[in-house]
């Protein structure tokens, strides 16, 4: 089954490249550039204890951050895991919890797009939308499950 939602994200190499860029702005005076929409998650992985500073695009859902994705160091937020985050060019201290329930994922995702509106959306949370129309919470839904997408709700500690 296809999807009415797709993914619409940059090529992974593209990413790659730009992903140190996006980590440096974040972390020095010219944060405010990316403020609105990038934050880095600092997280350490559960086996390796390998630490992880990844930029990712957030929304700020009534004080709770949320973070769309399907990369697979999310597993290591399965249970809830304390994270750092920098934000505005400080480092926080947060609580991480990963959802993947398909169901779940896509009332996040309505919620994401009704906050930050179409448009945005479509950049910001990588997304394809069918035109002149919103999704369906059960379009989403099988987006959700098709792409493997989650959320994370990041939290103050």
């Given at each position: 089954m ?6 619409s ?11 140190p ?37 957030y ?51 309505q ?23 919103p ?8 987006a ?14």
């Open positions: 296809t999807s009415v939602v797709k993914r994200v940059p090529p992974a190499a593209l990413v790659k490249m730009g992903n860029l996006v980590r440096m702005l974040l972390g020095s005076p010219l944060h405010g550039m990316l403020d609105d929409s990038f934050l880095v998650l600092h997280l350490t992985g559960r086996k390796t204890g390998r630490r992880y500073d990844i930029p990712v695009g929304v700020d859902l009534e004080g709770k951050l949320t973070v769309v994705t399907i990369a697979r160091w999310r597993v290591n937020l399965r249970g809830g895991a304390d994270v750092e985050v920098t934000l505005h060019g400080h480092l926080r201290p947060m609580h991480a919890l990963l959802d993947e329930d398909p169901a779940a994922v896509a009332v996040s995702y919620t994401m797009i009704n906050r930050i509106g179409r448009n945005k959306a479509q950049r910001q949370l990588g997304l394809s939308l069918p035109a002149a129309r999704p369906t919470a059960l379009e989403l839904q099988d959700a499950r098709e792409y493997g997408w989650s959320v994370i709700t990041l939290t103050p500690r």
